[in-house]
């Protein structure tokens, strides 16, 4: 089964990541992807270079970043292999532990359904 845990964060913290962590989280992440865990992963550039699209009542209309409204933001994401939610919130649960006590950010996990009209996306 995949999964999908985005990582948000207060993108106005000033909190920067150190050396020593991504140095740390790429040894996670080689580990994970070793093990067939982690399919894919990265993080996402700020909101202020970002665009909504939405549609609302049969219009489509666009928005510029960055979102005023939105607090915490997805800053990253991973799409991980595991055979249970347990077990993809234990991926997680690793994850978040590497970044140490400056950094306040959470991950929200969720299963990827499969549709039979979407052969060979997700599992």
């Known amino acids: 089964m995949r999964f999908l845990s985005m ?3 207060n ?3 000033g909190v920067v990541p150190s050396a020593e962590l991504m ?4 040894k ?3 580990e994970m ?3 067939g865990k982690l399919v894919d992963t990265a993080g996402l550039r700020p909101t202020a270079e970002g665009k909504r699209v939405r549609f609302e009542h049969g219009k489509l209309s666009t928005t510029d970043g960055p979102f005023s ?9 991973a799409m991980l292999e595991a055979e ?4 993809a919130l234990e991926l997680t649960r690793r994850f978040l532990a590497v970044h140490g006590d400056e950094w306040n950010v959470e991950c929200e996990v969720r299963q990827l359904e499969w549709h039979p009209d979407c052969a060979g996306r997700g599992s």
Not at 23 to 26: P, T
Not at 69 to 77: D, H, N
């Open 84 to 87: 249970s939610m347990e077990e």
């Open 33 to 35: 992807t070793r093990a």
């Open 28 to 30: 996670l992440m080689e």
């Open 11 to 13: 993108e106005n913290s």
């Open 23 to 26: 140095a740390d989280m790429g």
């Open 69 to 77: 409204e939105s607090k915490e933001v997805i800053g990253g994401y």
């Open 7 to 9: 990582v948000r964060i």
